[in-house]
């Protein structure tokens, strides 16, 4: 975020359901490492969550984002050069 405002925007949209993170993957409390391997590698996109409620096992990999360019969060509003939507 840029400015207070901007910041301030993003809260209330988080606090109202607007925004929801992307998770690249999910891992059990029990394989804290892992997770920390696969953030190392920083190939990844979106949140890499260690989730207590998560059995041991394969970690859980989230589903791709949505199709035809789509983007999880809301774009902002295109102006004109003019200053006029």
Do not use: N, W
Not at 8 to 36: E, F, I, K, M, W
Request: net charge positive; hydrophobic share 30%.
């Amino acid at each position: 975020m840029h400015t207070a405002a901007q910041f301030a925007q993003l809260v209330d949209a988080a606090r109202h359901g607007r925004v929801r993170p992307l998770v690249h993957h999910r891992y059990p409390l029990s394989r804290p490492h892992t997770a920390q391997e696969e953030f190392g590698k920083r190939e990844h996109v979106g949140k890499i969550v260690i989730d207590p409620a998560l059995r041991p096992g394969r970690p859980r990999t989230c589903p791709p984002r949505p199709r035809g360019g789509r983007h999880y969060l809301p774009r902002p509003r295109r102006t004109s050069v003019s200053g006029r939507a």
